[in-house]
């Protein structure tokens, strides 16, 4: 079973601008979890999708925000880039059957100049 | 007051040895599960172990086993024979029931195994 995948890997922007980042599941998986990776906050949780839905929020501001579609497939947008958006951004998806342990994707590391 | 703490930054051992990351937590959540993950430098972070809160028995796979302390809220990782690619960034969690699927992590410990 492929594991999943994000897109881009790597991503450069510049201040003001707005990224999206996509994130595929494992095959069944329908719960999807977005989380930011930065040397000074560590990891921590942004958001999680099930079913289309937003079913939890991490703390971080409007300017983050994500979706998911039909086949469970999900990004995640940021509007209006600020330099501490740079970080590796990590997508984990779950289910059910996988006892709701998260298995993560290879990130999509952005650099905000 | 942190959730998870990880208290050793950065480690060395020595190839085909043993070697324990501490891990402690805190909540008030009767229902709630630890994982253990590990980050190549690649950046993908891999599962590598689960305990449930309920569980009787510590958690093992492999090389890894999970010694598990409830009263103490201790969840050590402790990784048997290392192997040179065993060096790498590895994080404990932990998914409270009350807070759905978010993982909440620690500082990390960085663990380098020495030929």
Known sequence: ?????????????????????????????RSVSWYQQTPGQGLQFLFEYFS??????????????GRQFSNSRSEMNVST????????????SSSRTSGETQYFGPGTRLLVL | AQKITQTQPGMFVQEKEAVTLDCTYDTSDPSYGLFWY?????????????????????????????????ARKSANLVISASQLGDSAMYF????????????TFGGGTRLMVKP
Request: glycine content about 12%.
């Open chain 1, 52 to 65: 289309e839905t937003q079913r939890n929020k991490g703390n971080f501001p409007g300017r983050f925000s």
């Open chain 1, 81 to 92: 880039l600020e330099l501490g958006d740079s970080a590796l951004y990590l997508c984990a």
């Open chain 2, 38 to 70: 590990k980050q190549p430098s690649s950046g993908e972070m891999i599962f590598l172990i689960y305990q449930g809160s309920y569980d009787q028995q510590n958690a093992t796979e492999g090389r890894y086993s999970l010694n598990f302390q409830k």
């Open chain 1, 1 to 29: 079973k492929a594991g999943v995948t994000q897109t881009p890997r790597y991503l450069i922007k510049t201040r003001g601008q707005q990224v999206t980042l996509s994130c595929s599941p494992i095959s069944g998986h």
């Open chain 2, 92 to 103: 404990c969690a932990m998914r409270e029931i009350g807070a759905g699927n978010m993982l």
